[in-house]
């Protein structure tokens, strides 16, 4: 199975974005796996930023992203979304879903956020 993560593109500082990731390749449930979000930047590298349990009932998050970024699954549509909110310069990254608790799955293509006026 392949993650795809999509709704990245140019967003000015203290703006929004909603990602999202859908498998390809194969079934996979979102609902019967906990997930992660991960980003790269060339500076800090890969950096975990949130992971949600397979039941969505826990989530976690990197103490800088608290209470901007929520991560959800919509198990109709089968997939995984990371709103983020009040977003920094210094935030512009590739972001990538992954399978699993913590930054250790398969990254897919992942998805360019630039944040820039």
């Known amino acids: 199975v392949q993650l795809v993560e999509s709704g990245g593109g140019l967003v000015q500082p203290g703006g929004s974005v909603r990602l999202s990731c859908v498998a390809s390749?194969?079934?996979?449930?979102?609902?019967?796996?906990?997930m992660s979000w991960l980003r790269q930047t060339p500076g800090k590298g890969l950096e975990w930023i949130a992971s949600l349990t397979a039941d969505g009932s826990y989530s976690k998050y990197i103490r800088f992203v608290e209470g901007r970024f929520t991560v959800s699954t919509d198990n109709a549509k089968n997939a995984l979304y990371l709103q983020m909110k009040n977003l920094e310069v210094d935030e512009t990254a590739t972001y990538y879903c992954v399978e699993g608790w913590g930054k250790g799955g398969t990254r897919g293509p992942g998805t360019r956020v630039t944040v820039s006026e």
């Open positions: 390749g194969s079934v996979f449930e979102f609902s019967s796996n906990a």
